[in-house]
């Protein structure tokens, strides 16, 4: 592989793992409905704001959020939207998954 090619891989690889987090994935599809503030993502994870800041670093990153700073509030929006057919492809997979895993299971039976 060339130099070209590895650093076009590389980039699709810093996007596919700043997506390879549950709590990022949720960001992802919170941000869906809209811009949200950083306090309003910590309390539907969860989880501290040092750790869901550090999510959206990596989200923004990697191109997929922006922010906007507005007094002391941080307001957080999708970049790319297109991000959800990658999550559409994601949920065709796991249906398939399913779908063989229900056919493998009937066919074990008989």
């Known amino acids: 592989m060339d130099a070209k090619t590895k650093a076009k891989y590389d980039a699709r690889a810093k996007i596919i ?20 503030c950083v306090c309003e993502l910590t309390e539907k994870i969860g989880a501290d704001m ?19 700073k507005r007094g002391t509030q941080v307001y957080y929006t999708l970049s790319i939207p297109c991000v959800l057919t990658f999550f559409g492809c994601i949920e ?7 779908l063989r895993q229900v056919e493998m299971s009937g066919a074990c039976r008989r």
Do not use: C, F, N, W
């Open 92 to 98: 065709a997979v796991l249906k398939d998954s399913a």
């Open 17 to 36: 793992k700043a997506l390879a987090h549950p709590s990022r994935l949720y960001i992802v599809d919170m941000l869906t409905e809209g811009e949200k």
């Open 50 to 68: 040092s750790t869901v800041s550090k999510h959206l670093s990596i989200l923004k990153g990697a191109g997929l959020v922006s922010d906007e």
